[in-house]
């Protein structure tokens, strides 16, 4: 089956999918009739995985007691903003900063106190997300497909140099995304959502569980005609998705769980903006007949078993492969492929040594494989596929100590990691973290030193294309692994039993031998060293039930040296100094949320081009933005909710890219 022909079907099938679901599981609903009993449950359920946190430390732990700067967005948020889109959530946190080039299904990109989309390390279900064809072997083309699944329980964002923990590409942090699992009885939802330019967004979920066992499906669908910006063309986007997983308890302390996630996306493709000879903004435009198709998945299994009360372990395997095919033209041939395919394992053991001791000693595997594609000589006419094919492989070693002194109030962590990989020298890291709680007060202190790395991707490495038919190279076999040492100190403190809290920290973290590309030798370097250093700060305050106010606000200082000669340091390009996010939340009756999101952004530097070809680093306006949305519980089972997005209509881009304007979203969703 031909591209084109497979998008189509897609097309076809899962609105099918997603209509069929909830008639399915309404059958199941009936036969069990607990629909109350479900909703106590979840609830509960939900309450609980607010106060534990996994990323932190590699092992649960409650989110008083951890000893560095972690944030959660749960479902819960999702539904108070009816924000499907990951990263639109995770923008709203102290820290984050989301880039997004136009709209829905346009290149995304996230970053975690200044640092690169290569520095962020992307997980499902605690195992790692990888694109190993990736230029930086990140994750960036693919973060514009991460809608959030039905049973999303939380995504946890862990911030600063966590390599010890998690290894090469978490110099800047980790975020990882967790379904819900182990529900008990029979669930189901059905979501539609409509918008402007024919967008449609829906997902559904088909879940069963009992005390030993569950299974749980949820498919997703977006597509929409897109913008246009003016131009003939518009800007088209279709993504067929779904999340998945299951688990089994053989004994009452062990268990086997798979998971999976699976995206299938096609983009239309367009000009980069630019300046005319009078320094106005030239706006980007779609093309007619180029279009980038992607496609993500992996599957996991994760086995755990409590041995005595003072070891238990966990097992964990990945198979992942990501797909990316650029299309330049209609003719038969006139494509780039960068396919990749990564498989993991990794081994935890936890050692409970006494109340105030607890070892975590662990291992991991990780074998990657890039395979490249280029036409022969296109300009010729010879669209004959040429491949590049490169693997290699990397074993880490890590342990932690975690100690939990002078009755539970001070706790201080130990880390390190080794990492031996087939192509570069060993590398060790570690990372040493405290916190102290002084419980009368509510006050708690914390602080986090660490050294991170990251090695290179295989396309640093190896990458090249075909012009002329003749092979241009820019990998570089001579690349050594990027290093940082980065630190934190904040302090965080709840009033009035909780109903205020607020907290400041100032980070910092310094990169040596950061991988560049060097636009005159045409190849990856060595070159340049960086600082990212700033203070993020939140205040949440909820004194009544019917009103909350969430408020953060980042300063970031990101800045490099532009090559190994230079002396002057520049200021990092696309990244906003000042960001404020601040969003009300009302409840003024049970059946009624009403949540107001306004966000400010301050100038940014954008490297553009002008008429004359020159590079020109192009300062972009600062930015308000006003998003308002609502939700109404009309029946038991059924929710009717609508969005504004951009509800002033402000006219701003996003790193020279337009962005739309005042946009209407709408549906309902129905659940059991």
Same mark, same amino acid.
């Given at each position: ?46 309450? /609980? ?77 605690? !195992? ?19 809608? +959030? ?27 990882? !995304? ?78 086997? &769980?798979?998971?999976? !996630?699976?995206?299938? +996306? ?25 279009? *980038?198709?992607?496609?993500? =998945? ?59 001791? %607890?070892?975590?000693?662990?291992? $991991?595997?990780?074998? @990657?494989? =890039? ?15 040429? +491949? ?7 074993? $880490? ?35 040493? @973290? ?35 038919? /003749? ?10 692994? &990027? ?25 910092? /973290? ?57 002396? $002057?340091?520049? *200021? ?20 009624? %949320? ?7 952004? $301050? ?5 553009? =081009? ?18 308002? +949305? ?23 881009? &996003? ?18």
């Amino acid at each position: 089956m031909n591209t084109r022909k497979r998008i189509y079907v897609h097309q076809l099938v899962l609105p099918l999918t997603l209509a069929l679901t909830p008639l399915l599981a309404l059958q199941a609903a009936a036969e069990e009739q607990q629909a109350a009993q479900q909703a106590a449950e979840k609830q509960h359920i939900t309450q /609980t995985a607010e106060d534990i946190v996994v990323t932190a430390s590699r092992s649960e732990t409650s989110i008083e007691e951890t000893t560095k700067s972690i944030d959660v967005v749960d479902a819960a948020d999702r539904e108070d903003l009816q924000q499907y889109f990951l990263p639109e959530l995770l923008d709203n946190e102290p820290g984050v900063v989301l880039r997004s080039l136009g709209g829905l299904g346009q290149w995304s990109n996230l970053s975690i106190r200044g640092a690169g989309s290569q520095y962020t390390q992307f997980q499902y279900n605690g !195992i790692p997300l990888r694109d190993a064809a990736d230029t930086q072997s990140t994750l960036q083309y693919f973060i514009e497909d991460m809608y +959030s699944g039905s049973n999303l329980d939380r995504v946890e964002i862990l911030k600063g140099t966590n390599s010890t923990l998690y290894g090469s590409q978490a110099m800047g942090g980790v975020v990882n !995304i967790i379904p819900k699992k182990w529900q008990s009885g029979p669930s189901a939802e059905w979501r539609n959502e409509v918008g402007p330019n024919s967008t449609y967004i829906g997902n559904a979920r088909v879940s069963y569980g009992k005390e030993n066992y569950y299974v749980d499906f949820n498919p997703m669908y977006i597509t929409t005609d897109g913008e246009s910006y003016g131009g003939p063309n518009s800007y088209n986007y279709d993504n067929t998705g779904a999340t998945f997983g299951g688990g089994v308890k053989p004994t009452d302390n062990s268990s086997l &769980e798979f998971s999976g !996630i699976f995206s299938d +996306s096609d983009l239309t493709l367009g000009s980069t903006p630019s300046l005319d000879a009078n320094g106005n903004l030239v706006k980007n435009q779609a093309y007619a007949d180029q279009h *980038r198709e992607g496609q993500l =998945y992996q599957l996991g299994l994760n086995w755990n078993q409590t041995v005595s009360s003072l070891w238990d372990y966990t097992l964990k395997g990945s198979q992942g492969a990501t797909e990316r095919h650029y299309f330049w033209s209609n003719t038969n041939g006139d494509q780039s492929n960068y396919d990749g395919e990564t498989s993991y394992l990794e081994m935890q053991h936890n050692l409970h040594v006494s109340d105030w001791l %607890t070892l975590n000693l662990g291992a $991991d595997y990780e074998k @990657s494989v =890039y395979d490249g594609q280029e036409p022969q000589d296109k300009y010729s006419g010879d669209y004959t596929p040429v +491949s590049f094919d490169e693997s290699w492989g990397n074993k $880490d070693a890590f342990t932690q100590a975690q100690f939990a002194l002078m009755d539970r109030s001070l706790f201080i962590n130990l880390g390190g990691r080794y990492n031996d990989h087939d192509e570069f020298d060993g590398e060790a890291v570690w990372e040493t @973290s405290a916190a102290y709680l002084v419980k009368a007060t509510g006050t708690m202190v914390h602080a986090h030193l660490g050294t991170g790395y990251r090695t290179p991707g295989l396309y640093e490495i190896y990458g090249g294309y075909l012009s002329g038919g /003749t092979l241009v190279t820019v990998g570089n076999p001579d690349l050594q692994p &990027e290093e940082s040492i980065g630190y934190e100190l904040g302090v965080d403190q709840s009033f009035v039993d909780g109903k205020v809290k607020v907290g400041a920290t100032y980070f910092a /973290t310094q990169f040596d031998d950061m991988i560049i590309f060097d636009s005159l030798d045409y190849r990856y370097e060595n070159a340049t060293e960086g600082e990212n250093s700033g203070v993020e700060t939140y205040i949440r305050v909820q004194p009544w039930k019917v009103v909350k106010f969430d408020l953060a606000y980042t300063y970031i200082d990101s800045r490099y040296k532009a090559d190994a000669d230079a002396t $002057d340091w520049t *200021r990092k390009e696309y990244l906003p100094r000042n960001m404020v996010d601040f969003i009300v939340t009302f409840y003024p009756m049970d059946k009624l %949320t009403v949540a107001v999101d306004v966000k400010w952004q $301050d100038e940014k530097i954008v490297p553009l =081009y002008d008429a004359s070809w020159s590079k020109v680093r192009w300062q972009e306006d600062d930015v308000t933005t006003v998003n308002l +949305s609502t939700t109404y519980k009309a029946l038991q089972n059924m929710d009717l909710f609508a969005r504004i997005d951009n509800l002033f209509d402000a006219d701003y881009t &996003e790193s020279g890219y337009c962005m739309p304007g005042l946009s209407v979203y709408g549906g309902v969703k129905l659940h059991f």
